[in-house]
């Protein structure tokens, strides 16, 4: 079992090699969307503005390589953070941008009416599982993950949405499409919970 | 609910780890990359590394801390990040956004800036549009002028700013900043709590979240920050001089009903 890590110039690299590390799977940074025939699961991190994120898919020619390894292929992709939000169809961050669209949806602000609310939301909390398989596979206990952002993805079909999250409102944490797994928070960066997310992530079967 | 932050901060001055006095006196305590280790096995919240060198000089010149092959700041961001599971900020010597990318890549999760956001406040901006706004932390240190009043001091407290502490971090919002850390230099490794009417001033005047720093010398000192309105707490010394400083201030934090994780 191989992970291949798309570099695309946003950030966050070496964080996710090594909780792949130390969950003692080879992980391997891709620089060009041919290598990712090589390996048996991709990941999508990213840290950063979705509009920048779309800019260097798409100038690198990854987007038309991704589509054929993961929705054609059927290669298990896990998206982290940013990785998670280019998924959608549109993304509102510093203007409008189109996404990769795999799953219908926009990215947009966090809304908050509660001035007690502070965005970024930023930190460590409790998430609500929706899909009690998949990553969340014999999760047990508080389930506290770790998260840096501001802008929150929201699909058309909350059938998708494998847990909720709560900071101002009720948010997607996370997202399960057959082959297609995606994280807002980080799971690199959430301990214990984080690593067993990756772990069942690496259990996933191709589609 | 999101959990109130208990956050380490680690001082780096010239590849060793040191401990800070009124941002003055730095005694060098240990190895840069044992003590993250420490932490991690502690399952801490989060750590924030701060570079505070302030030549060029790496130069590792106690063989207890000595680290090898680290002879330049980004070798321990490189080092830090494999032991570091948990989430890294990393702070000092930013000027550019290449600056930013380069520890960005190298493992950070969000970097500071302080001195070069004062000359530069663009800085701030264009960090937020390329890595987002909470990758962007602006750290702000407080000082004393002449006249008794707080202001902003750049260059680890050397150069006075004219600019004043609540109004600068209002603006570090609107230029993009995700995050503000507030180090009070008056308080710096004097164990005396903390400044926690600045920490009110400043917090109700921003949106963003505030990190608390200097003044802890006591656990039961954390819980007023949070009281205060920081959104997370942090110190620096005290997490070197006591055993089991995660658990013992996580306790203290729960006891004063804040929400921690556990």
Same mark, same amino acid.
């Given at each position: 079992?191989?992970?291949?890590?798309?570099?695309?110039?946003?950030?966050?690299?070496?964080?996710?090699?090594?909780?792949?590390?130390?969950?003692?799977?080879?992980?391997?940074?891709?620089?060009?969307?041919?290598?990712?025939?090589?390996?048996?699961?991709?990941?999508?991190?990213?840290?950063?503005?979705?509009?920048?994120?779309?800019?260097?898919?798409?100038?690198?020619? =990854?987007?038309?390589?991704?589509?054929?390894?993961?929705?054609?292929?059927?290669?298990?992709?896990?998206?982290?953070?940013?990785?998670?939000?280019?998924?959608?169809?549109?993304?509102?961050?510093?203007?409008? =941008?189109?996404?990769?669209?795999?799953?219908?949806?926009?990215? &947009?602000?966090?809304?908050?009416?509660?001035?007690?609310?502070?965005?970024?939301?930023?930190?460590?909390?409790?998430?609500?599982?929706?899909?009690?398989?998949?990553?969340?596979?014999?999760?047990?206990?508080?389930?506290?993950?770790?998260?840096?952002?501001?802008?929150?993805?929201?699909?058309?079909?909350?059938?998708?949405?494998?847990? =909720?999250?709560?900071?101002?409102?009720?948010?997607?944490?996370?997202?399960?499409?057959?082959?297609?797994?995606?994280?807002?928070?980080?799971?690199?960066?959430?301990?214990?919970?984080?690593?067993?997310?990756?772990?069942?992530?690496?259990?996933?079967? +191709?589609? | 609910?999101?959990?109130?932050?208990?956050?380490?901060?680690?001082?780096?001055?010239?590849?060793?780890?040191?401990?800070?006095?009124?941002?003055?006196?730095?005694?060098?305590?240990?190895?840069?990359?044992?003590?993250?280790?420490?932490?991690?096995?502690?399952?801490?919240?989060?750590?924030?590394?701060?570079?505070?060198?302030?030549?060029?000089?790496?130069?590792?010149?106690?063989?207890?801390?000595?680290?090898?092959?680290?002879?330049?700041?980004?070798?321990?961001?490189?080092?830090?990040?494999?032991?570091?599971?948990?989430?890294?900020?990393?702070?000092?010597?930013?000027?550019?956004?290449?600056?930013? &990318?380069?520890?960005?890549?190298?493992?950070?999760?969000?970097?500071?800036?302080?001195?070069?956001?004062?000359?530069?406040?663009?800085?701030?901006?264009?960090?937020?549009?390329?890595?987002?706004?909470?990758?962007?932390?602006?750290?702000?240190?407080?000082?004393?002028?002449?006249?008794?009043?707080?202001?902003?001091?750049?260059?680890?407290?050397?150069?006075?700013?004219?600019?004043?502490?609540?109004?600068?971090? &209002?603006?570090?919002?609107?230029?993009?900043?995700?995050?503000?850390?507030?180090?009070?230099?008056?308080?710096?490794?004097?164990?005396?709590?903390?400044?926690?009417?600045?920490?009110? +001033?400043?917090?109700?005047?921003?949106?963003?979240?505030?990190?608390?720093?200097?003044?802890?010398?006591?656990?039961?000192?954390?819980?007023?920050?949070?009281?205060?309105?920081?959104?997370?707490?942090?110190?620096?010394?005290?997490?070197?001089?006591?055993?089991?400083?995660?658990?013992?201030?996580?306790?203290?934090?729960?006891?004063?009903?804040?929400?921690?994780?556990?």
């Amino acid at each position: 079992m191989t992970v291949g890590i798309i570099d695309f110039g946003m950030g966050n690299l070496n964080s996710v090699a090594n909780a792949f590390e130390r969950l003692e799977c080879p992980s391997f940074l891709l620089t060009e969307p041919a290598q990712m025939k090589t390996v048996d699961r991709l990941v999508l991190p990213g840290v950063g503005a979705f509009g920048d994120g779309m800019a260097n898919l798409n100038r690198d020619g =990854w987007v038309p390589a991704l589509e054929a390894e993961v929705r054609t292929g059927g290669k298990p992709f896990l998206g982290l953070c940013l990785g998670m939000q280019l998924l959608a169809t549109r993304g509102k961050e510093h203007g409008d =941008w189109q996404g990769l669209g795999w799953i219908p949806g926009v990215v &947009r602000r966090l809304e908050t009416t509660d001035a007690a609310i502070r965005i970024p939301h930023m930190g460590w909390n409790d998430v609500e599982i929706a899909k009690h398989d998949g990553i969340y596979k014999a999760a047990k206990g508080e389930q506290t993950f770790y998260f840096v952002h501001s802008f929150v993805f929201c699909p058309e079909d909350t059938s998708v949405v494998s847990a =909720w999250c709560h900071h101002g409102e009720r948010f997607v944490a996370s997202v399960e499409r057959g082959n297609i797994f995606a994280t807002q928070y980080h799971p690199e960066k959430s301990q214990k919970c984080g690593l067993s997310v990756l772990r069942n992530f690496l259990q996933a079967s +191709a589609c | 609910m999101l959990k109130n932050r208990l956050i380490p901060v680690l001082l780096l001055q010239n590849g060793l780890l040191v401990r800070s006095e009124l941002f003055q006196i730095h005694q060098i305590i240990g190895n840069p990359i044992h003590e993250v280790q420490r932490f991690n096995e502690w399952n801490v919240d989060e750590l924030i590394y701060l570079d505070i060198s302030r030549d060029g000089s790496y130069d590792l010149r106690r063989d207890d801390t000595k680290v090898k092959g680290l002879d330049h700041p980004l070798g321990i961001l490189d080092a830090v990040s494999r032991t570091c599971f948990m989430p890294l900020t990393w702070g000092g010597r930013i000027r550019t956004t290449e600056d930013m &990318r380069e520890r960005l890549r190298r493992g950070a999760d969000k970097i500071t800036v302080n001195s070069e956001a004062v000359r530069t406040p663009s800085l701030i901006t264009e960090g937020a549009k390329c890595f987002g706004s909470q990758a962007i932390v602006a750290s702000i240190d407080v000082g004393r002028n002449a006249q008794g009043n707080r202001e902003v001091f750049v260059d680890g407290g050397r150069t006075a700013t004219g600019l004043d502490p609540v109004a600068w971090a &209002r603006e570090c919002e609107r230029l993009g900043a995700g995050e503000v850390l507030l180090q009070v230099i008056e308080r710096d490794g004097r164990g005396t709590g903390y400044d926690t009417e600045l920490i009110h +001033a400043m917090a109700s005047a921003i949106t963003i979240p505030l990190i608390a720093c200097s003044g802890v010398g006591r656990f039961e000192d954390y819980p007023s920050g949070i009281q205060a309105g920081a959104s997370a707490v942090a110190a620096a010394n005290l997490w070197h001089f006591k055993e089991l400083a995660d658990r013992l201030g996580k306790n203290a934090l729960l006891k004063a009903g804040v929400n921690v994780r556990r």
